[in-house]
C-alpha cells in the first residue's frame, strides 16, 4: 500500500471550547474517529488544520498532536498579538503553520495577512494557508507574492478563479488537493492545469470530516488524482509534496 500524507483535515474535540460561526457547530470528530476513518487509507502522517469553530484555541490542537504522534503537524489560527515565545511554544508542539480562513472567519483578516505572516516565517519559519475563494485572488495577487510560502485550501474553490490561481502556483504557491465536493469544476482537469503548471503544488488532504462540505470526504477521490496524474506524479501529491512543504523529511 503507498503511503499518504493527509495535509488537510480536521479534528473536533467535544473535551474542547467551540465557537459557533454564523451560528453553525460542527458535529464532533475525534482522533479516534480520524483513525478509524481512514485506517484502510495508508495515511501515515498529516496535518491538522484549525476550523473557523475553533478560534485561536490552541489546546484541542497540542492535545490531537499528541494523540497522534509523529509525522502529523498542526496549522493554528493565531492573533496579531501572539508573542514569539507563544509561537516559539506552538512550535514545539509540532504546529508548523498559520491560518487565515477569509472565507469563514475566526482567524485575523487580510489587513494582519502580510505583516503576520512574515512575522511567523520569521520566528519559526512557518508559511502561511489561506482558506479563500480564488475569485477573490486576482486583487491580492501581488500581496500574496511577498509572502514567503503560502497554500490556498481545497483547490480554490472555483472555476471563475483558476486563473489567478494557476499564476500564483506557477510562483510557487501550493494548493490543496482536498475539498473535491466543494467545488464548481471538473476535478481531474483541474488537477492536471495545476500540475503542468507547477508539479510541486498539489498536497492531497481528506478535509475530514468535510464540515459543511456539499459531499464529504470518498476513498475514491485518492483515485481521481491517480487517474488525473499517472503514479508517479500522484505519488509526489499523496506525500512528497506535503512532506517538503511542511519540513518534514
Known sequence: MRQLFDAHCHII????????????????FSVDDYLARTRELGIVGGAVVSGSFQGFDQTYLIEALKRLGAGFVGVTQLPASV????????????VRALRFN??????????????????????????????????????????LLRLPALSIDHLGLSQEGLPSLLRLAEHGVRIKACGFGRVDFDVAHVL??????NPNALMFGTDLPSTRAPRTFENNDIAIIVNALGEPAAQKVLWQNARDFYRLD
Open 13 to 28: 474535540d467535544k473535551a474542547y471550547p467551540l465557537i459557533p460561526n454564523n451560528g453553525y457547530l460542527p458535529d464532533f
Open 83 to 94: 508573542t514569539d515565545e507563544e509561537l516559539e511554544e506552538l512550535n514545539k508542539h509540532g
Open 102 to 143: 477569509l472565507k469563514r472567519g475566526g482567524s485575523e483578516q487580510l489587513d494582519q495577512l502580510e505583516t503576520l505572516a512574515k512575522r511567523v516565517h520569521e520566528c519559526v519559519g512557518w508559511h502561511s494557508e489561506l482558506y479563500i475563494d480564488s475569485r477573490e485572488l486576482a486583487p491580492l495577487y501581488e500581496r
Open 192 to 197: 492536471q492545469v495545476i500540475h503542468n503548471a
